[in-house]
């Protein structure tokens, strides 16, 4: 959101379609295993309910919906389930520290949707800070970025009703 002098405007993109720019090693390589498979790779390729997936499956473990892979993660019954988390966590948190650099979101990030609800309160957000930080000589602007996790699941429905009743 950006304030225009008023009130605060949603800004409409499709943020998710950006490429994916993989930060460690590790991305790199998940980048070039989807790059050899799909072609481009994007940011929601990983970074989503069907990103997650992708994880587990690079890192070897069988097909599984992300809400499985979520729970096992969280229950500590998949350590594979774990790093996928742990890895969709370092992605995530990349690219929210890349955007907030590019719009110098000062007044804050907002983290909104299922996974990130569902997993970050539990993961905690280390791993997901150190990534959005790690913006080498402007990690200080990151690092003083405030980042919010929406835990809301009507969002997009009282998104849409403050909308309507203006």
Same mark, same amino acid.
């Given at each position: 959101?950006?304030w225009d ?12 379609? !950006?490429?994916? +720019? ?5 991305? *790199?390589? @998940?980048?070039?295993?989807?790059l %050899?498979?799909? &072609? ?33 993660a ?12 742990e !890895?969709?966590? +370092? ?5 929210? *520290?890349? @955007?907030?650099?590019?719009w110098? %979101?000062?007044g &804050? ?27 080498r ?30």
């Amino acid at each position: 959101m950006v304030w225009d002098g008023g009130h605060y405007k949603v800004i409409p993109g499709e943020g998710g379609h !950006l490429g994916f +720019s993989p930060q460690t090693l590790e991305q *790199g390589k @998940l980048w070039r295993s989807l790059l %050899a498979k799909n &072609g481009r790779v994007t940011t929601e390729d990983i970074v989503s309910g069907p990103g997650l997936e992708r994880i587990y499956a690079f890192l070897g473990g069988r097909p599984q919906q992300a809400e499985e892979i979520g729970k096992q993660a969280l229950r500590n019954t998949d350590p594979l389930a774990k790093q996928a988390v742990e !890895l969709w966590l +370092s992605c995530f948190g990349a690219f929210a *520290g890349d @955007l907030a650099l590019h719009w110098l %979101a000062q007044g &804050g990030v907002y983290l909104a949707g299922g996974i990130a609800a569902k997993l970050m309160p539990h993961f905690g957000p280390t791993i997901f800070l150190e990534a959005f930080n790690a913006k080498r000589e402007h990690h200080h602007l990151a690092e003083n970025t405030p980042v919010y996790l929406v835990t809301e699941e009507r969002l997009g429905l009282l998104g849409a009703l403050a909308l309507a009743s203006k």
